[in-house]
T-cell receptor, first 113, second 116 residues
Framework: EPEVTQTPSHQVTQMGQEVILRCVPI?????FYWYRQILGQKVEFLVS????????KSEIFDDQFSVERPDGSNFTLKIRSTKLEDSAMYFC???????????FGNGTRLTVT | AQSVTQLGSHVSVSEGALVLLRCNYS??????LFWYVQYPNQGLQLLLK??????LVKGINGFEAEFKKSETSFHLTKPSAHMSDAAEYFC??????????????FGTGTQLKVEL
């Protein structure tokens, strides 16, 4: 069964550094999402992306965050200047259409030191 | 705004016993509801979904959930627990986005422990 793949599985970075988290959604999916889960807390919506633009973003997704679909297969999340509180598991997800269930990747654990 | 509440952050059952994980939702429109499972160091895997068809929804691995509008509940059950069911389970409600796609709002999760 096709999967959403995320790389790297674990990223350690220093505060203030830029990080790019990468995702390859399922190939025929049209909607893409990022979620995050801070340790011990609930999974939170960050952003959704459709037709090469953001369709919605949460209040967490401030100017430090950006998303991009640089080619036909990758979907990236960039954090411009990381903070300690950005440490979390970041999940990429995709769906075929607007009503279909989301398929999640295994996540990237980001640790900001 | 839509939300879900999962009662019990930790549930422990014996192998072979009934599994019951509780979820109550709040939604101003007919909701789409989901249960996801997260095994250690893995992503979220869809167990089952309710999309206003049958109120009793069957999912993978022998799990099922019943949508009860009168109780605003969507509890997850499995008749007989297996050791491999140990994981964290998340209830979620979906809202359509005007720009396209849908946004999941998750509950806080329930960690299921299965004991011999």
């Amino acid at each position: 069964e096709p999967e959403v793949t995320q790389t790297p599985s674990h990223q350690v970075t220093q505060m203030g550094q830029e990080v790019i988290l990468r995702c390859v959604p399922i190939s025929n999916h049209l909607y893409f999402y990022w979620y995050r889960q801070i340790l011990g807390q609930k999974v939170e919506f960050l952003v959704s992306f459709y037709n090469n633009e953001i369709s919605e973003k949460s209040e967490i997704f401030d100017d430090q965050f950006s998303v991009e679909r640089p080619d036909g297969s990758n979907f990236t999340l960039k954090i411009r200047s990381t903070k300690l509180e950005d440490s979390a598991m970041y999940f990429c997800a995709s769906s075929v259409n607007g009503d279909s269930p989301l398929h999640f990747g295994n996540g990237t654990r980001l640790t900001v030191t | 705004a839509q939300s879900v509440t999962q009662l019990g952050s930790h549930v422990s059952v014996s192998e072979g016993a009934l599994v019951l994980l509780r979820c109550n939702y709040s939604s101003s429109v007919p909701p789409y509801l989901f249960w996801y499972v997260q095994y250690p160091n893995q992503g979220l895997q869809l167990l089952l979904k309710y999309t206003s068809a049958a109120t009793l929804v069957k999912g993978i691995n022998g799990f099922e959930a019943e949508f009860k509008k009168s109780e605003t509940s969507f509890h997850l059950t499995k008749p007989s627990a297996h050791m491999s069911d140990a994981a964290e389970y998340f209830c979620a409600v979906s809202a359509s986005l005007t720009g396209g796609g849908n946004k999941l709002t998750f509950g806080t999760g329930t960690q299921l422990k299965v004991e011999l």
